[in-house]
């Protein structure tokens, strides 16, 4: 979201952003992944294709997923917020995926957004890198909250551990309770 003092040309640039996404969702999910071209996108945002590439430099699979860095955001504060530990950071990440997961849920419109992904390996593995380049911020985090080095093996293979779980889970029947499995075993695993 633009803040409201943004200037002219930061607004201009968030709308031609917004335009280019919902342009592109719309098409995507009308006619499918593979069926829709980049110019067809930019037509229907009213942009040129040039323009579509400055704001989406990473090409087409990068037009639907816009929210990346306020997940990273929501994803730190649990770590910041937990008790200072291991088991108290696995804690928070635990409730923070559950609450995403209950939030996914909730959203009906969400559904056909995340049948499409699912069903486009393109945009399935896009989504998967995008969420994994939080691998870094996330063992920093972990390493602050409970006085370990960023690069120790152990803080690095959580943080992998942690943000590949959601897309795992997802694939099985119960979500909810293979994120609560893997959760536990990480807990056990790692000890206190």
Do not use: C, N
Not at 126 to 141: D, I, K, P, T, Y
Not at 163 to 179: G, T
Request: avoid cysteine.
């Amino acid at each position: 979201m633009t803040p409201p003092t943004a200037g002219r040309r930061e607004r201009k640039k968030a709308q031609t952003r917004r335009a280019l996404g919902e342009a592109a969702l719309r098409l995507f999910l009308e006619r499918g992944y593979d069926r829709v071209s980049v110019k067809e996108i930019a037509d229907a945002a009213d942009v040129s294709v040039t323009t579509l590439f400055a704001h989406f430099p990473g090409g087409k699979e990068t037009l639907v997923f816009d929210e990346d860095a306020s997940r990273e955001e929501a994803l730190l504060a649990a770590v910041r917020g937990a008790e200072e530990s291991l088991s108290g950071v696995l804690d928070a990440l635990h409730a923070h995926l559950r609450d995403r997961f209950h939030a996914l849920e909730a959203s009906r419109d969400l559904g056909p957004f995340l049948e499409l992904v699912d069903s486009t390996p393109e945009l399935s593995e896009h989504a998967r890198r995008m969420w994994l380049r939080h691998e870094s911020a996330l063992a920093g985090a972990v390493a602050r909250r409970t006085g370990r080095e960023p690069d120790d093996v152990a803080v690095t293979s959580l943080a992998r551990y942690v943000l590949d779980l959601p897309q795992l889970a997802r694939r099985s029947p119960d979500p909810m309770a293979s994120l609560d499995k893997v959760i536990g075993l990480l807990k056990r695993g790692w000890g206190p």
